[in-house]
Nanobody, 115 residues
C-alpha cells in the first residue's frame, strides 16, 4: 500500500510563497500520476495541479502562472511551488497518486494566506 506524507504548509502573507512536498513510499513512484488537490472550508475538494509519469503538467485556471508542480523520481517526491499567494488559496492541500486501481491520499497540510 502506497503512503503519502505532505509537508511544507503554514501561514504566509498575501504575495508570499510556499513550497509543499509529498513523499511516497514504495518503489513505483515513477509510474504514478501525481496530483495536488485542495479543500477550503465549506467547499468541495478541487484539483490544483497534476503531473504525469512523463512529466506533462496540468493546472487549475486559478493557479496558472503562480503555482508550479514538479517531481523528483529519485526522491519519490512531488513538489508544489506556490508563488504570489492569495487569501483564496487558503485550504488544506492534499497529495494524491494515481496508477490503475491505486488512488491513495495523504493526510493533508494546511495553507493559510492572511495578513
Amino acid at each position: 500500500q502506497v503512503q503519502l506524507v505532505e509537508s511544507g504548509g503554514g501561514l504566509v502573507q498575501p504575495g508570499g510563497s510556499l513550497r509543499l512536498s509529498c513523499v511516497a513510499s514504495g518503489n513505483s513512484f515513477s509510474l504514478y500520476t501525481m496530483g495536488w488537490y485542495r479543500q477550503a472550508p465549506g467547499k468541495q475538494r478541487e484539483l490544483v495541479a497534476s503531473i504525469t509519469n512523463s512529466g506533462s503538467t496540468n493546472y487549475a485556471d486559478s493557479v496558472k502562472g503562480r503555482f508550479t508542480i514538479s517531481r523528483d523520481n529519485d526522491k519519490n517526491t512531488v513538489y508544489l511551488q506556490m508563488n504570489n499567494l492569495k487569501p483564496e488559496d487558503t485550504a488544506v492541500y492534499y497529495c494524491n497518486a494515481k496508477y490503475y486501481w491505486l488512488d491513495p491520499w495523504g493526510q493533508g497540510t494546511q495553507v493559510t494566506v492572511s495578513s
